[in-house]
């Protein structure tokens, strides 16, 4: 129950540097592996009892009128998100709420189960704050996932991140089918969903950011068709060309897209500090946290441009402090999401960026969250 404890203590005003300077060491002993499963164990735990949410929501709750946002008919009390890759089954969702975040996304879900690839599949790069993992989608299934979320009655919206099944033999026309198979069961239980089109669906390791699978997938869900279905977005890479993220922008708009997640993890190794002996070691893997928050901001930068600011976007990667959510809002996301701010900040992150986006409004003269990117900067 350490992590237990770390969320209770890093409340405190008095103690603002508890999880970092005292409890994120002792997690840091643990495997990156390990440390995840035992806070999601234990978030999962507490999300079972009412009166502990109650207390949670209590020390860890902000709101404010400024930060309230109606986006795809669903009100986000607040613009941070957890992003997908968190929790994945949607087992800790109740207390990731009470923990004040203003919308959740879970998954990836597939359609058919997987226990993901071997361990060790996470590690941790403390000096550039960053992760690499190679998960492998790990993951319950839809059937099982889809069932447990159309219990939850959360006050937040809650997204569902879908991919294809982790499996190099399920392509082409195969591949599409076990994508709509999870889209078609989620889609009268998710507030929205992202597909998350850039994990590889053939043995070359193809993904559906190749132009030809985007038009075949989107075309075979029917979004354009079906005014019933949640919003939908598209997760994209951080690592794509201008060339590219502008074809593919161009088939999604074609299809009715509500918006963009901006951005996946980095297959790249850019911009690091840690040495290239302990890089070389890890191996394959997405990287995430603060190496590509200058990436990922310049990926929403363009898809604000492309889109005239028409579209939705939800911004994440390396936010780990208040001035992070600015940069990504005045780049022209509209909502955030974090995940690896998390290992290194400590669950009091989002109350912080919050409190923190608040003062810089009132600092500022603006009344709105949406009027943070009308900022000028010096």
Partial sequence: MLQVWCLTLDKYPELPNMYKFLFRPLLFRLSSDYAHEITIK????????????????????????????????????????????????????????????????????????????????????????????????????????SRRLKYRNLSIPMGVNIAKTHDPSIIGERAIEDYRTSFDMVKNIADYITLNISCPNTTEGKTFEDPDSLYKLLKSLE???????????????????????????????????????????????????????????????????????????????????????????????????????????????DLLQIYTGLVYEGPSLIKKINRGLVAYMEKHGIDHVYHIRKVKTR
């Fill in 223 to 333: 979004i354009e068709h079906d005014a019933s279905l949640p919003p939908v977005l598209v997760k994209f890479s951080v690592d794509l060309d201008d060339s590219l993220l502008h074809e593919l922008l161009d088939i999604c708009e074609g299809f009715a897209i509500e918006g963009y997640v901006a951005t996946n993890t980095s297959s790249l190794r850019e911009n690091l500090k840690t040495r290239e002996s302990v890089i070389q070691q890890i191996g394959k893997g997405g990287l995430s946290g603060k190496a590509i928050g200058a990436k990922s901001t310049a990926v929403i930068q363009k898809i604000h441009s492309y889109t005239k600011g028409l579209k939705t976007i939800i911004g994440v990667g390396g936010i780990n402090s208040t001035e992070d959510a600015i940069e990504k809002l005045k780049a022209g996301a």
């Fill in 42 to 145: 234990s978030a999962s735990l507490l999300s079972q009892y009412k009166w502990l949410l109650k207390i949670t929501g209590a020390l860890y709750g902000y709101s404010d009128e400024s930060l309230e946002q109606k986006i795809g008919g669903l009100r986000f009390p607040n613009p941070v998100g957890l992003a997908a890759g968190f929790d994945k089954n949607g087992t800790a969702a109740p207390f990731m709420q009470n923990l004040g975040f203003g919308f959740v996304e879970i998954g990836s879900v597939t359609a058919n189960s997987c226990i993901g690839n071997p361990k060790p599949r996470t590690f941790r790069l403390p000096e550039d704050q960053s992760l690499i993992n190679r998960l492998g989608l790990n993951n319950e299934g839809v059937l099982t996932i």
